[in-house]
């Protein structure tokens, strides 16, 4: 069965320390890779995606993430985190033959001054 | 444009009570989803529709319905409530190309928060 994994459940960061997330999923082909956050009590925002080409992708808010085919993986970093950027992050993988994202149990980001 | 409204936002609810979640989109998209949402899970998907006039059960679907009305329109209706539906509810949206990956961005509504005591 596919699997999405978030190994990190909470992570706490300074504000103005890098950040990097990690992402692992287990399919037989490249599937199509997404990064979506969740601010408190809101609905979720999509901040990049890869379907294909160059992997490393450019998102919003600054975020950055680079896809490595070899170790299945789709970690999402950003240089220089603000306090804003609290919030829990979703990763989400969607196969070629099919139209469903499955999604990550998600990592939680805190923020400290 | 509006994206994708839910309402409504908070429900409380008794055991054995029913309702209906409301959910439309306004970008002409193809498909339509209904996510719950609970701490450490993730979200998971209840129900789909690929297109108007079809739905598919997902990966938790017992003790839900669903019903999609037109091609903006996708509700989830909950017969008989118990403690165990509380969550938060999501419906999505997208193109559903399949193939391309455009096709496969959701697009999230803001929620409906259900407690069922």
């Known amino acids: 069965a596919q699997s999405v994994t978030q190994p990190d459940i909470h992570i706490t960061v300074s504000e103005g320390a890098s950040l990097e997330l990690r992402c692992n999923y287990s399919?037989?082909?490249?599937?199509?890779l997404f990064w979506y956050v969740q601010s408190p009590g809101q609905g979720l925002q999509l901040l990049l995606k890869?379907?294909?080409?160059?992997?490393l992708v450019q998102g919003i808010k600054g975020f950055e993430a680079e896809f490595k085919r070899s170790q299945s993986s789709f970690n999402l970093r950003k240089p220089s985190v603000h306090w804003s950027d609290a919030a829990e992050y979703f990763c989400?993988?969607?196969?070629?033959?099919?139209?469903?994202?499955?999604f990550g149990a998600g990592t939680t980001v805190t923020v400290r001054a | 444009n509006a994206g994708v409204t839910q309402t409504p936002k908070f429900q409380v609810l008794k055991t054995g009570q029913s309702m209906t979640l409301q959910c439309a989109q306004d970008?002409?998209?193809?498909?339509m989803y209904w996510y719950r949402q609970d701490p450490g899970m993730g979200l998971r998907l209840i129900y789909y529709s690929a297109s108007e006039g079809t739905t598919d059960k997902g990966e938790v679907p017992n003790g839900y319905n669903v019903s999609r009305l037109n091609k903006r329109e996708f509700s989830l209706r909950l017969e008989s409530a118990a403690p165990s539906q509380t969550s938060v509810y999501f419906c999505a949206s997208s193109e559903a190309w399949v193939g391309r990956g455009e096709g496969y961005e959701q697009y999230f509504g803001p929620g409906t928060r259900l407690t069922v005591t």
């Open positions: 890869y379907f294909s080409g160059d992997t």
């Open positions: 970008m002409n998209h193809n498909s």
């Open positions: 989400a993988v969607g196969l070629t033959n099919d139209y469903k994202l499955s």
């Open positions: 399919y037989g082909a490249t599937p199509y």
